[in-house]
């Protein structure tokens, strides 16, 4: 199986608001850089996107090395939340709804298809890949606060 290494990065200006997301695809030295957004939405829905998106860009079932941010992201796939939360009818354990069931949907469907190993990273800080991540984001980001 090959192993791919993705970084994600989401951005959002307001929450709600005009967000952004960044994906970095890398394997065997080459990149596929991936960028997108809404006008209308928040952090957590753009950092669950970019990573969607990355897996869906994936064309066979690989080890996936997923390095991003957000704690949201990586606890739920790496602790089992998510997945916990869909055997409940996305109910928290706190008995609350879990957010934004319809992207765990999708993320936890392609996740479903790879080896996926989950790493968190300081968001803005050494990460050369995090922070072309960011800035991905944010220009999609400042693309539909215009808008």
């Given at each position: 199986?090959?192993?791919?290494?993705?970084?994600?990065?989401?951005?959002?200006?307001?929450?709600?608001?005009?967000?952004?997301?960044?994906?970095?695809l890398?394997?065997?030295?080459?990149?596929?850089?991936?960028?997108?957004?809404?006008?209308?939405?928040?952090?957590?829905?753009?950092?669950?996107?970019?990573?969607?998106?990355?897996?869906?860009?994936?064309?066979?079932?690989?080890?996936?090395e997923?390095?991003?941010?957000?704690?949201?992201?990586i606890?739920?796939?790496?602790?089992?939340?998510?997945?916990?939360?869909?055997?409940?009818?996305?109910?928290?354990?706190?008995?609350?709804?879990?957010?934004n069931?319809?992207?765990?949907?999708?993320?936890?469907?392609?996740?479903?298809?790879?080896?996926?190993?989950?790493?968190?990273?300081?968001?803005?800080?050494?990460?050369?890949?995090?922070?072309?991540?960011?800035?991905?984001?944010?220009?999609?980001?400042?693309?539909?606060?215009?808008?």
């Amino acid at each position: 199986m090959k192993t791919v290494t993705i970084y994600t990065d989401g951005a959002c200006s307001g929450n709600p608001g005009p967000g952004g997301w960044g994906a970095i695809l890398r394997y065997m030295g080459r990149e596929k850089v991936m960028s997108g957004g809404e006008k209308e939405t928040t952090n957590n829905r753009m950092e669950l996107s970019g990573v969607i998106a990355a897996l869906s860009a994936l064309k066979e079932p690989c080890i996936v090395e997923l390095y991003s941010d957000s704690k949201y992201v990586i606890d739920a796939l790496s602790k089992g939340w998510a997945e916990s939360w869909r055997k409940k009818g996305w109910i928290k354990s706190d008995k609350k709804p879990a957010l934004n069931p319809d992207l765990w949907e999708k993320l936890l469907k392609e996740a479903a298809k790879h080896e996926l190993h989950c790493h968190w990273v300081k968001g803005h800080a050494e990460n050369e890949y995090n922070n072309r991540c960011d800035a991905l984001a944010v220009a999609e980001r400042d693309k539909y606060a215009l808008k």
